[in-house]
């Protein structure tokens, strides 16, 4: 079985401040890894994933992520934040090494707050 | 390309009563997912279909909900009956092939009374 941990229920940042979204994974094979951001009535929004290659995955909107497999994470940054990237952003994971294309199993999501 | 299209975007309804979500996916995506989202269990995958055939239902929580895909343009999420615990967004979202993103649709908010 695959999981999704997302430790923050709230990051709140001050604009042009670094922000960071935690998300750690579990996994029995190899992880493909996403970032959605979903804001007030809308559906998810895709913001970057990681496949393979290079750990630090650069995504929309100035968002990156780095891989880290010894750790299972795959944290959310972003070296300036604005006001606007105030939303709700959930990590998700899935395992194709059985064979068969999964849904995503979504982490319970961290509201991301940027203070002006 | 329009994106994942679903219908209705709002949907209030009395417990009882029968109700139909639609979804059309983006042309050429051969997987669809349907989701759903409350406060309490965040986002579950209910079911998927691989080129119009289900594949994983384990996620549909109970015989009052049935889906199905009668074509690759075209998908529907019944529930008969509906009950108040039902409310939530319904996402339906849609891949093409084993690896690429899943692209969700608006979703459709469920109230029922």
């Known amino acids: 079985a695959q999981s999704v941990a997302q430790p923050e229920d709230q990051v709140n940042v001050a604009e042009g401040n670094p922000l960071t979204v935690k998300c750690t994974y579990s996994?029995?094979?190899?992880?493909?890894l996403f970032w959605y951001v979903q804001y007030p009535n809308r559906g998810l929004q895709f913001l970057l994933k990681?496949?393979?290659?290079?750990?630090l995955v650069k995504g929309s909107y100035g968002f990156e992520a780095e891989f880290n497999k010894s750790q299972t994470s795959f944290h959310l940054k972003k070296p300036s934040a604005l006001v606007s990237d105030s939303a709700l952003y959930f990590c998700?994971?899935?395992?194709?090494?059985?064979?068969?294309?999964?849904?995503?199993?979504f982490g319970k999501g961290t509201h991301l707050i940027i203070q002006p | 390309d329009a994106g994942v299209i679903q219908s209705p975007r709002h949907e209030v309804t009395e417990m009882g009563q029968e109700v139909t979500l639609r979804c059309k996916p983006i042309?050429?995506?051969?997987?669809l997912f349907w989701y759903r989202q409350t406060m309490m269990r965040g986002l579950e995958l209910l079911i998927y279909?691989?080129?119009?055939?289900?594949?994983?239902d384990s996620g549909m929580p109970e015989d009052r909900f049935s889906a199905k895909m009668p074509n690759a343009s075209f998908s529907t999420l019944k529930i008969q009956p509906s009950e108040p615990r039902d409310s939530a967004v319904y996402f339906c979202?849609?891949?093409?092939?084993?690896?690429?993103?899943?692209?969700f649709g608006p979703g459709t908010r469920l109230t029922v009374l």
């Open positions: 279909f691989n080129n119009n055939v289900p594949i994983d």
């Open positions: 042309s050429g995506h051969d997987y």
């Open positions: 990681y496949i393979t290659g290079d750990n």
């Open positions: 996994v029995s094979g190899n992880p493909y």
């Open positions: 979202a849609t891949q093409q092939g084993r690896v690429d993103t899943q692209y």
């Open positions: 998700a994971v899935r395992d194709i090494s059985g064979g068969g294309a999964d849904g995503l199993t």
